[in-house]
T-cell receptor, first 114, second 116 residues
């Protein structure tokens, strides 16, 4: 069974204080690892997809990296508007039917303060 | 355009009511999904449609009835719900089969459902 564990559960940063969020996973053949941002009461917003170990992707202050066992979301010089819950999800190569089934972690709730 | 729309934004219903949630996408995606999300929990998959056919039902109670009238629309019919069904209901879509490097799902804003 696919499993995703995110840490820490919650993180409080000062504006400009860089840090990293962790996503550890076990999956039967990784088809893709996804990062989403979710604001309270809203749907998850797609950030990145990573497909193979060593891959990196960047968007503004965010950078996602992938190894064979975990992914990191690095946040450089965060701002208060980066406050949100960050969700990690994996998709395995096991064929379970049409569509792409995701297994989500429980998320990291990030709060960036002035 | 990566927009998935959902209506209504909020819904309050009694346990004897019948209501429907609606979802629409115009990205040409052929896979559509319903998720349920409780507070401080990750989204929990309910149903997957692929090419308008139900491909995954995650053992969801029959008081939830999905429908995919065409490739752009997805409905979730609700009947005789319980207070514990109160949650944020999310719709998502993705390409199917996904081209290399493009298998992400895009989510709608959700419908906040309250069952009294």
């Amino acid at each position: 069974e696919d499993q995703v564990t995110q840490s820490p559960e919650a993180l409080r940063l000062q504006e400009g204080e860089s840090s990293s969020l962790n996503c550890s996973y076990t999956v039967s053949g990784l088809r893709g690892l996804f990062w989403y941002r979710q604001d309270p009461g809203k749907g998850p917003e797609f950030l990145f997809t990573l497909y193979s170990a060593g891959e990196e992707k960047e968007k503004e202050r965010l950078k996602a990296t992938l190894t064979k066992k975990e992914s990191f979301l690095h946040i450089t010089a965060p701002k208060p508007e980066d406050s949100a819950t960050y969700l990690c999800a994996v998709q395995s190569r096991r064929v379970t039917g049409g569509g792409n089934k995701l297994t989500f972690g429980t998320g990291t709730q990030l709060k960036v303060e002035l | 355009d990566t927009e998935v729309t959902q209506t209504p934004k909020h819904l309050v219903m009694g346990m004897t009511n019948k209501k429907s949630l609606k979802c629409e996408q115009h990205m040409g995606h052929r896979a559509m999904y319903w998720y349920k999300q409780k507070a401080k929990k990750p989204p929990e998959l309910m149903f997957v449609y692929s090419y308008e056919k139900l491909s995954i039902n995650e053992s969801v109670p029959s008081r939830f009835s999905p429908e995919c009238p065409n490739s752009s629309l997805l409905n979730l019919h609700l009947h005789a719900l319980q207070p514990e069904d109160s949650a944020l209901y999310l719709c998502a879509s993705s390409q199917d089969p996904p081209p290399v490097g493009r298998n992400e799902q895009f989510f709608g804003p959700g419908t906040r459902l309250t069952v009294l």
